[in-house]
């Protein structure tokens, strides 16, 4: 028969299940590493497909020449090719005469100023992690915005 202090003894020294306890403590830890890993590549790739939707569509009014479509047609084009909502998708126009931009756009003011008409594509879009963990206050939805300028004339 084995005493208290032998028993004691003997568990003490005995090293099976070890391994499992440690993975028990790291298994955790290592699960929120790698769902966090995974929500940093979504944002990522989210943020890199605004930016490119954005130079899309700067691509896009730049390709028609001195006569690009106007702002609603772009958004609306962009939207279409894209899937993304047209909600999203903002077109700004600006004409600029020797450098100083312009209220107006149709004309600069004195027929000898050098002229030159820009386009902004700006992309909104949201994002919300699939991993709040033990950070749930900082893991909120949160909204990036890509835009992309082009001379268009």
Known sequence: MMTMRNLMRHLWHDQRGVSAVEAAIFMPILLSLAVGAIDLTQLSVMRLNLQQVANAGAAMAVAGGNTPPD???????????????????????????????????????????????????????????????????????????????????
């Open 71 to 153: 702002n609603t047609t772009l958004a609306a084009r962009l939207a279409a090719d894209t899937g993304m909502a047209a909600s999203a998708i903002t077109v700004t126009r600006w004409t600029e005469c020797n450098e100083a931009a312009q209220a107006n756009i149709a004309a600069c003011p004195n027929a000898s100023d050098v002229r030159a008409d820009y386009l902004t594509v700006t992309v909104t879009g949201s994002y919300t992690p699939i991993f709040s963990g033990p950070f749930g206050k900082l893991a909120q939805t949160t909204t990036y915005v890509a835009s992309s300028t082009a001379r268009i004339r």
